[in-house]
């Protein structure tokens, strides 16, 4: 059977041993191929495990069917030589000795048969191992390319805010904080400034107010003093 030859490198694959071989940037495509090469194994050791086990079942009864046969000649031997006919005892006794060498062989090729199947079951348990450990390796290797597109992300709101120091929630609140802050600050300049315009303008009118004053009086003298010209 062609996948009997491949009983070692089958078995002695090894999943986690490929990985530390491989790069980083190149771990995926290297689970894609174990994967898909295990997929084909199990495929092909399916498709010859039924003729190996009917091979083994076959030889099986072979064997069963020769033993039987053989104390049936040595039953006949001696009833012959109690019959006194020590010449068919000799017959059935040749026949039962090549009866006996059917069976040493068909035991020889069971043992072969028994031990390819032994090995199918083993390949195929190896096989069916091999393919969960792989998709789970990838399913791992899918979240672990999420998480870092996710701190990509991250870093780039760093950079963006202009500081490059931090590499959590915490401390990207932080810089957005001081942001809302410096915002509330200029907007409070803002109103003093207004409430600061508004007292100088008021201080302004008052001076206005003491100035037409003495315009005022200054008028009422004129006057006075042209009455008192008259006069």
Do not use: P, W
């Not at 070692?8 to 530390?20: D, Q, R, T, V």
């Not at 048969?113 to 789970?136: C, F, G, P, W």
């Amino acid at each position: 059977m062609g996948i009997l030859s491949r009983f070692k490198e089958i078995m002695s694959a090894n999943l986690n041993a490929a990985l530390k071989k491989a790069e980083n940037a190149n771990a995926d495509k290297l689970l894609e191929k174990y994967l898909r090469d295990a997929k084909e194994n199990l495929a092909q050791v399916k498709a010859e495990t039924a003729a190996v086990i009917a091979e083994e079942m076959g030889l099986a009864r072979k064997i069963t069917e020769c033993e039987a046969i053989c104390n049936k000649q040595e039953k006949y031997a001696i009833a012959a030589i109690k019959s006194g006919n020590e010449e068919d005892a000799k017959k059935f006794l040749t026949y039962k000795s090549h009866l006996e060498q059917q069976v040493e062989d068909l035991t020889a090729q069971y043992d072969i048969a028994k031990s390819n199947s032994e090995k199918m079951r083993q390949m195929t348990k190896k096989l069916v191992e091999d393919i969960q450990a792989t998709e789970s390796k990838m399913r791992e290797l899918k979240q672990k390319l999420a998480v870092a597109k996710q701190r990509e992300k991250l870093n780039q709101i760093d950079e963006a805010l202009g500081n490059s120091s931090f590499g959590d929630f915490d401390n990207l609140f932080d810089v957005v904080q001081k942001r809302i802050d410096a915002a509330d600050a200029a907007a409070g300049l803002n109103v003093e400034l207004v409430n600061e315009g508004q007292e100088i303008e008021d201080l302004a009118k008052k001076y206005d107010a003491d100035a037409n004053q003495l315009k005022k009086d200054t008028v009422e003298e004129q006057l006075a003093r042209l009455k008192a010209g008259l006069q």
